[in-house]
């Protein structure tokens, strides 16, 4: 995504992690299930900046991949077995790049801000 972003694209970050407790399971797997949707938000939302073709299959094989892991992170948090949660909606969401780094915030150290989108 760098390359396709060429000079827009953001630098290396520095995250913050402190408001994860490592030690309980269902801290981690809730940030864990935020990320993965916040993932396949992001690309979703991404989708309509791509104007490379090879740019947009390549983050259409990213998303599938990310919704997958937020479906199988669903799962395992479902302990009843069965689920409403697992695929909540019929379609994820396309997230704007203001809301997805919104999201992120709490989690990077860097203050990012959003230009041309």
């Known amino acids: 995504m760098k390359a396709a972003l060429g ?16 030690a309980n399971r269902d801290s981690v797997l809730a940030t864990a299930q935020t990320f993965e949707d916040l993932g396949v938000g992001a690309y979703n939302g991404a989708g309509r900046y791509l104007t490379n073709e090879a740019f ?22 479902n302990n009843s077995g069965f689920t409403s949660a697992f695929a909540p909606d019929a379609f994820d969401p396309a997230l704007t790049p203001t809301q997805v780094l919104a999201a992120a915030r709490p989690f990077v150290m860097q203050n990012i801000t959003v230009v041309n989108a």
């Not at 000079?7 to 490592?22: C, E, M, R, Y």
């Not at 390549?58 to 990310?66: D, Y």
């Open 7 to 22: 000079t827009s694209a953001i630098p290396d970050l520095t995250v913050n992690f402190s408001a994860i407790n490592f």
């Open 56 to 77: 947009l299959a390549v983050a259409g094989k990213i998303v599938s991949v990310e919704a997958r892991h937020a479906s199988a992170i669903r799962s395992v948090r």
